[in-house]
């Protein structure tokens, strides 16, 4: 229980300052950059004649607010699947639900963030100042990257938790032990030679006991290092597309991305919220996962509000910095939804054993990203 409730605060406190991170260092660099590549978006007056900025500010709050609702809603419904049978982790219906938000955080990597980092780091107006960021697919090169870093921490987290319990079980002396130390000194061969036949046969049923608890808890070490990377890698593209949502200057750009990110957020949060549910965290961990995950993307919202007057999205450092962190957010929520949200699934034999269960879940991964992609057409 001890290390179980080390790795989920620790966990928790590396999920809870690493965005914040990213936002002390992206808000001056964003804010304070220099154009020399500007592009200004034309307002579009309202046919009613009213004030265009107090429209455009209409729909950012509004944005908020359904973003919000969105996030909160989709992250949550999972966790109370003790009074809603049908959204149990264990339940069927919840494998099908899980494999469409999977296909809706996969189309989000490969179809939303990815060719915007493209379109970041290849634009004009990098490529103007050095001929480099058009000779090189960094974009590609940093999703790599990324992934290659989340299969590390994943691997390097596992490991390093796993060694942690097994040194602490080895240490806690059992009771056949104990036993074994009162009785070794026996004078009679007879009576410990039965000692020692008594023992090896309880030592190989405490051997088992041992080894299916050592099996669960992997397992649940597992399920919590998922869960807080994928919320890492939603939590890096929720700040990035949240402050694109503020800063933008045209009610024809909002609306899309309005419908866009409550729908991808609703569905991320199911996803996320599944396996929070499946790791099992402490009720306080798992209201302050939720949390930050419903507010990183008003938050954004805000802070692309509060910076649009001196934000140049067409800068090189601003372009930069997005097209760096959208790179980095789609090699990472490329690598959870395939690696461990629908490889863990769909290999997993209660899906494998049941044909109807595993068409129902290909399906609704198909319908998941097939949603999401066409939403590419608009945002």
């Not at 978006?41 to 455009?56: A, R, Y």
């Not at 090189?316 to 699934?345: C, H, K, Q, R």
């Amino acid at each position: 229980m001890n290390m179980n409730s080390q790795a989920c605060s620790s966990f928790t406190i590396f999920n809870f300052l690493c965005p914040c991170i990213i936002l002390v260092f992206m808000f001056p660099t964003m804010g304070s950059c220099s154009c020399t590549c500007d592009h200004t978006t034309q307002e579009i007056k309202p046919k009613d004649g009213s004030n265009p900025i107090e429209v455009i500010l209409h729909y950012k709050i509004m944005s908020i607010a359904s973003v919000l609702v969105a996030g909160a809603l989709g992250v949550s419904l999972p966790l109370v699947s003790k009074r809603i049978p049908a959204l149990n982790p264990q339940n069927d219906i919840f494998f099908m639900i899980k494999a469409f938000a999977a296909g809706v955080i996969l189309s989000t990597g490969f179809i939303h963030i990815l060719p915007d980092a493209f379109e970041s780091l290849n634009s004009p107006c990098l490529t103007q100042l050095d001929p480099m960021w058009g000779n090189f697919p960094f974009a590609a090169f940093v999703a790599m990257l990324a992934s290659i870093g989340t299969l590390m921490v994943d691997s390097f987290a596992s490991g390093y938790y796993h060694r942690q319990h097994f040194n602490i079980s080895k240490q806690v002396p059992t009771a056949d032990d104990e036993e074994m130390g009162d009785h070794g000194h026996g004078h009679d061969a007879h009576v410990g030679h039965i000692h020692v036949h008594t023992h090896a046969t309880h030592g190989h049923a405490h051997g088992s006991a041992n080894s299916s608890h050592g099996l669960v808890t992997s397992e649940l070490i597992r399920k919590r290092i998922i869960s807080q990377v994928l919320e890492i890698g939603i939590v890096v593209h929720s700040v990035i597309i949240g402050i694109s949502l503020g800063t933008a200057n045209s009610i024809d750009s909002i609306k899309p991305l309005l419908v866009a990110l409550s729908f991808h957020q609703f569905f991320e949060g199911m996803g996320l919220g599944g396996c929070i549910s499946q790791a099992k965290f402490e009720s306080r961990s798992t209201a302050i996962m939720a949390t930050f995950f419903s507010l990183t993307t008003p938050i954004g919202i805000a802070i692309g509000i509060g910076i649009s007057s001196v934000y140049k999205e067409n800068s090189p450092t601003s372009l930069i910095v997005e097209g760096v962190f959208n790179s980095a957010s789609a090699g990472i929520l490329i690598y959870m939804a395939l690696v461990d949200l629908l490889a863990a699934d769909f290999m997993n034999p209660k899906l494998q054993n049941n044909l109807k269960l595993q068409l129902g879940a290909n399906i609704s991964l198909l319908l998941g990203a097939g949603c999401m992609s066409l939403l590419a057409k608009w945002a």
